[in-house]
């Protein structure tokens, strides 16, 4: 048995190593692509229905027209984490992704989209000691791209505005992670991570027409619903993130991860993870029936 | 003899059909790429130092440290471009790129930069009438991303704030040109073409800090000094650009290419070009040794 | 009988060939001038009173002291307008607006508010395509005039703001109608009218701070209400119109009328109108008792 | 012989109190319309071919098509001038002004520009003691239009923002003038007039984007340059404003008017007029061939 | 006994006249302090613990780590109020309020906080006619400071921003109040206190995030929605205020205080105060247990 | 002979341990207060004239009218220096700064100002380091207050906005400067330092109106302008830090100090301080008598 992963490109299943897009493609040339990505929680995937929605209303936003519809879209995505799901080790998961660019230029005939599905490990390692110790999170320089020149709210494959402030924070401390805000100073969102305050009880996050407003976002406030929380979806700044009790970031990958420090003030909470991220973790775990926390904290 | 194109690959000359980048290239994930592009002019590269200088100062904004530096980027440049000449119909020429993307995401070992060089025919014939008759320029509703988001001065592979624009007016027209305006509604660029107002005999054009200053634009600027020409490098507006006397624009390609209308006003001369568009195009013909404006027109 | 339309100036009720005012009244000189205006379906006025309140409500906002009160308004309204309706031919109706301007410059004494009251035929004929095939929505790339310079909520003489967009628009497609965004790229209104996006069975309008909040606005909330759907006023954008299943305006003249596209993307229904525009045009023609859609399609 | 002024409207030199716009013309209902004003000096119109310069330029901006060529538009100016300049009192002068709307709706065939010509006296005395003792300027709370709104460069009948400006200031103290700043804060322009200071000898003015550049702007940058002053077009603020030695606005009737307080702050220089506007006033006075300093300060 | 003020310094309490800090304090040199004040009414200090708890919000926000806690902070606060009360005059009340610098520069060893506890009389007969003719409010043309710079919310010893609004309305008339618009425009705060409208029945204030939250303003919301009122936490502007029927303001020592007019346009109501505002002061009364509008107007 | 500083306290010279103000003066209430600093160089006192002048500016700003005139300033400063030198370590140079606040709250009479006038030793060996290793400067989230709320011109005691970004930074790394960028995200100041970049040969800084425009930056500006070198004053951004050669920072304690990193990467310059930046310590050292940067590194 191979111990390759592979990965759909165009109509063939290929070994990853082969796995390619041609330089002229405006996927390469110009980030002209759109993707979106779920997660396996022991090799079962999470709400792909929904990341698919998400993905045709970004290829809409992008006016590329993908020749794969969206059954045919799952279909090729389950089967290529089926083919995947054999080579990953216990205890491992997979960030599965579709991506569609607007196609090779150059070519004779109408330029005709790429369509790439693949499977990716998730970093478990990397990040175990975010769930033992909290996120340091440091607001970048950097401004979130404004609306009015590209919406944050479609899944493109340009990130540099996002890198950006990634460098810069990390270059001071490398396990950092950065909090852009909005043109507005507004809390926006680190680099595919959404951002919630716990303050007297009450659970708070960015607007979402500034931000990229995840599913496990969506998945997160169902659940505080659900607990009796209540949640205020607003404009939130600086103030409000330094007066907090708690702080945590959602992601398809994190699920919810707590944040121990923002620009260096260590938030009020004694414990990390503070208590109403704590019972929001264990109903995120109950619900993808697997404990997610765990699974990053045995990498330690 | 070939007919196909080559490109510059990671060390390796292939075959434009077999140049690809991994799936997993941050180059494609992202956008995560920096690039320059210079043209030839009857197969002559024309200011390859100068766009190697800016290609280096795009990197350094993007904190990717090249393997390849600038001298040895100057000869695979020279190398690709040679063999792909051969191949070059009479009359056509080339547009000559650099390509640094950060790396392969998830090999082993510290991320290495992926290098391309490669060539593409300049589309003459699908711009030559803009030449004749001048380009529709229609500026969009879309703002150009401001530099506390992301510099519009470093070439990368980010375009689609670009694209939108592109998108957004050629659905009306699909052979006008989009202009951005900047967040405070200035004048800004279209997609890799720089804007200039004439006006009473004084050429006008954006301050350098929104706009990618391009080398044809500071080639434009030197020519119209060295006829002296007032040029002044500043804020304009729309107010600018409908009572001015000529627009032109200028682009690697497009060397200076007259605009015959804006938001679907003419521009008041009655010839296109105008005669200080007319004069700079000589000029620069000149300069490269070649009728660029023929070139185009041949194509009709 | 006179085929002409008689007009109120200044307690005089004159044929409309020789209602005037001076070249020195305000009106005139700088749009310093206030108005409201209702339509009438089947001849009968709607909501007068309404527009009544708005129309002192923008006197109050400039500062204008009209000399003659909300209750004699209305009875001078009602009178010109019973004057007009013997000239209405079948199956038309009109436009009914009040108007005062601060005033006659240069004469002697206090300056003396100037009252127009005045019928105008609905363009019944040039707009029937629109119910039929849709508008064609466009973003302009001027925006809104901004709160802090002046109130998007008084109905004042001073339009060239959106009449700029609509030239810039029409330069492009005669027949397309312009959409401006604020100053923080959101969507905002059109040259009079509001407009709606429905999405997955929820309807959406622009915060009524930057808009002109239309009385047929008021109208369509209260009836989409009553039939049971969510309304949402909040921040809306570019995103949000291209990912909505239909898109419709509002206006006194308009009621509802559909989009069928925006920036030339198609919006998603299929049909032309969709479903829950369709619902609201039935109400609305319930509501004023008038097929209006029938109306407008009568005159293809 | 008659004491009435004339004007001439479409065609037809008419008494004042006859000459008027129909309701239904646009530059009545949305201010649809550009003009342009030069003043009289001892009866002598002033740089009359500028001022049309400017308003066909206006025109253009505005895309109204004057049927009334350049030069068939000074004709008939003078000849209005001419028969007025019969009636003027000795010791006055005028205001002559074209005007042009985009033409009356409703009427059958394509819409035709309204032209109107017409004087009308200067207020020498109720501003003449602005003279004497310098103006009180206060800035606005309201922020002058932005130029990706409606350009302020344009001259038309939209006047409502300046408007509101005055209202605010002139309900604290009816004879103090409004000074408005732009959206970024800077110093901008009052109600028709532009805004200088002095300080160390050097003289300051706002850069013309945000500005309606006026002509007697202009006279006075060459007034000061001829002797030997160093102008500075730039971005100032309230911090320059309270710091200066010396303030004066310029505009076609004031020349050039002393300020002598900016939000209720003394200027520093202690005599009214300040030396370097004291200087400009006579080189004003010698240009025009009148001392219109005398002029105001005789109507005390 | 004493006639003189106490206040607790760093430990001691000081007969005013003595009560100082040290010219390198950092709240001297830089405002690098906070603060937080209640009031007496009938000398029992009001709401203490609400106080306290957002001056250590104020603390936490500035990263100023108080070696003095919430609960001793109380006592010495009650302490001083205690001392003081002693010679307060019948009829009058007290400003009670705590402080805590950074510290003093250039000291060994770490910087430590200073602390400072005082009470100040209430300026009833400065104002005493504000309660029965309204306040004369009037926007001025600095705007408030932005949460991307400095956030409102906390209580600082930085109030420059708000000074210079005051100097600048205050110069045009000594008896009106600044009120200070956003960097949107939107309607924010004046210099300590927060404003209200009534229309139409419904109750409306400047969202939080802007405005320093006064704990009055809570009061008036949670007193507003007892006596059945809708609220509305919201962006206001100009438009707002120049429709409203009632305008109030609130603070610590105004309690509620009617306007009169806003940029000199008298408010809608014909009486001062308006119903709503009057009923609120009499739900204010007697939660202080005090007639505090009595106690102004005795002053007069 | 005593050991310890004094201070001049209205009117008295104390020790500085007995040199405080009320904690009812306004200058520690709210920051409201102006000051100027200048230095010694082996204990001379470096362009105190220009000092003064622009502190009288700041006074004008702020509308505080000092009872002590310009030349009774210089004498106190003067008389207050030479008593501090005597006590002044070898080596070592004095802050030497006036201080003027609006007065106390609550005195009897019209409020008068205090004055205070002191001399602080000169941080060399905290700083030392920075002369030999460079400043690692990182650009804060928080932006530079707008001229609109406040102008960073004047030189006042509210200096939150600067203090949050430092505190910011320097949770991060305690020996890193913070930058701040102005509110469009332009290069502007750090706390109490300008700052300069050199390309090319050519040397930039940030355009006076949204930073304090130091004395050290203009006389670096003239020193540089002698050298021969192109001084442009002009918006800066992040793209022009990270693509220089050399950067560097003054104020009147640095004098001119090199800049190893931006956002932590690397100035290009191999060598610190680079060749423009010697040159130009070089030339101020001349200027000042005295080598400035020997002394800084003497303290290593």
């Not at 929904?50 to 089967?79: C, W």
């Not at 493109?156 to 890198?163: C, D, E, F, G």
């Amino acid at each position: 048995m191979s111990t390759e992963r592979v990965a759909y490109v165009n109509g063939e299943i290929l070994p990853e190593s082969q796995a390619s897009v041609s330089i002229n493609d405006r996927g390469f040339l110009y980030g002209d692509a759109v993707f979106d990505t779920t997660r396996t929680f022991n090799g079962e995937i999470f709400r792909l229905e929904q990341h698919l929605d998400r993905f045709y209303e970004s290829l809409r936003y992008m006016r590329i027209d993908s020749p794969v519809g969206k059954a045919e879209m799952k279909n090729i995505t389950l089967n290529v984490l089926k083919k995947n799901l054999e080579i990953l080790p216990d205890g491992d998961d997979y960030w599965v992704s579709q991506r569609v660019s607007r196609g090779v230029r150059g070519l004779p005939g109408i330029m005709k989209p790429t369509i790439v599905v693949e499977c990716f490990p998730l970093p478990l390692e990397e990040r175990a000691e975010y769930y033992r110790d909290g996120i340091k999170m440091i607001a970048s320089s950097i401004r979130r791209t404004a609306p009015e020149s590209l919406s944050p709210r479609a899944k493109m494959h340009n990130y540099i505005n996002l890198i950006q402030a990634e460098l810069e924070i990390q270059s001071q401390d490398s396990k950092a992670l950065a909090l852009l805000l909005d043109v507005n100073g507004n809390l926006c969102e680190g680099h595919g991570a959404n951002i919630f305050l716990v303050k007297q009880g009450v659970i708070y996050t960015p607007r979402e027409q500034f931000v990229l407003a995840g599913i496990s976002r969506q998945v997160t406030i169902e659940l505080a619903t659900n607990l009796g929380y209540e949640i205020k979806e607003t404009d939130l700044d600086i103030f409000d993130a330094y007066t907090s009790d708690e702080i945590f970031v959602t992601s398809t990958s994190f699920c919810i991860c707590p944040v121990s420090s923002i620009n260096g003030l260590q938030v009020k909470s004694q414990n990390i993870p503070g208590d109403v991220t704590l019972e929001l973790q264990s109903a995120y775990s109950k619900l993808v029936k697997m404990d997610f926390v765990k699974q990053y904290l045995d990498k330690l």
